[in-house]
């Protein structure tokens, strides 16, 4: 708020996701953040979240002898958007987020919803490649020292994840230069992107550096140009 006022911008757009939709005091920490600074907060649907993801214009370069699938990675959910001739054809929110399986709050149930949606939506598709978004692929990504613009194949996350998982956090923290708030999420976080690549046979995730915050932006951008 203090650097707000200090720049004077003139929009914001606050927004809550998978956490607060779920959290039963939801309502009582909204009223205490406007009540301290004055900034609503709106909790938006995972319909709207995928929506948001889908506004940073990721399928643009997106070539027709193929077919897409875009994974963002999130604590609470997950969503998954795809693309097929450059059309977005399907977009879903899916209750599997890094800090949910951290908690042990993901049930064998929402692994099938996540794995047979996958599998039907791509059935029958164009070879699929995966757009991955998120803090823990983007970590990843810097881990492996490729060059902006160069995938990650399949067979590289799962030597990641392999590697990461046999390590205690305080040494995931010491050997790959993570903050904690990363080396305990990034080992669910592969987990997840794994899954999905391999229910979708894609082998390689490309990896850049947008998200749901950009698709925010771009949203307020557009909100504020209709005024």
């Known amino acids: 708020k203090h650097l707000m ?7 914001l757009k606050a927004c809550a996701t998978s956490a607060m939709r779920d959290a039963e005091n939801s309502q009582q920490i909204l009223d205490l953040v406007y009540a301290d600074t004055g900034i609503q907060i709106e909790i938006i649907s995972g319909d709207t979240e995928a929506n948001l993801v889908y506004e940073n214009h990721v399928a643009e370069n997106m070539d027709t002898d193929h077919s897409y699938m875009y994974i963002d990675v999130g604590g609470g959910s997950t969503e998954i958007s795809f693309f097929s001739n450059g059309i977005l054809i399907f977009k879903n929110s899916f209750n599997i987020g890094t800090i949910r399986l951290l908690k042990d709050l993901v049930t064998d149930a929402h692994w099938d919803e996540m794995k047979n949606t996958i599998k039907a939506v791509t059935k029958g598709q164009k070879e699929v490649i995966a757009i991955g978004s998120g803090g823990n692929i983007n970590k990843v990504f810097s881990l492996s020292k490729r060059k902006d613009g160069k995938p990650l194949q399949l067979e590289l996350l799962r030597d990641y994840y392999n590697e990461l998982v046999a390590f205690p956090v305080e040494e995931r923290m010491e050997r790959y230069k993570m903050r904690r708030d ?46």
């Open 5 to 11: 006022d200090a720049y004077q911008v003139k929009g």
């Open 182 to 227: 990363r080396a305990d999420v990034i080992v669910p976080a592969l987990s997840i992107y794994i899954n999905a690549m391999r229910w979708a046979n894609a082998n390689e995730i490309h990896v850049p550096k947008i998200g749901l915050v950009d698709g925010l932006v771009q949203h307020l951008w557009e909100e504020m140009k209709s005024k």
